[in-house]
């Protein structure tokens, strides 16, 4: 039985839904999709969708292939998706780190950190706010 002390227990901070697996595998896609077009110069649209219909199946992988490697913001965002993805929390904590020592300013691990760690209102607070500050950083204030 709980012990009644007059005060009301502080709130525990709101967890953010999780993405479910066919977000994640869309948001995957569509970042190769980008990837792959990305640079390429079309005259049209039909052009455009041309090149788009080419990448399906084993065309995106070959475009892909072809591209440069992946740069340590992309990484971090692939481990950022790999730590959403976890079973475990240690096992998302670790990942969410990892993408972090590769870009400081990767929203999602920052997220997902809070998420895993605030103990408190005022600290999922904090780390949200170091969420927003890094994604201003990585795309510009509003």
Known sequence: MKKQTGKSDPPKPKKTPRKSPTQLITESVMRSVQKAIEGKQFASLEEVNTFLASLAG????????????????????????????????????????????????????LVLLTNLDAT????????????VAAGERALGAS
């Open 58 to 109: 084993p065309g995106l992988q070959q475009s892909l292939i072809d591209e440069a490697p992946l740069t340590p913001r992309e990484q971090a965002q692939e481990l950022a998706f790999d730590a959403m993805e976890a079973e475990t929390a240690a096992r998302a904590r670790k990942l969410a780190k990892r993408a972090l020592a590769l870009d400081p300013d990767c929203v999602d691990a």
């Open 120 to 131: 408190s209102p005022k600290a999922a607070i904090v780390g949200l706010q170091k969420a």
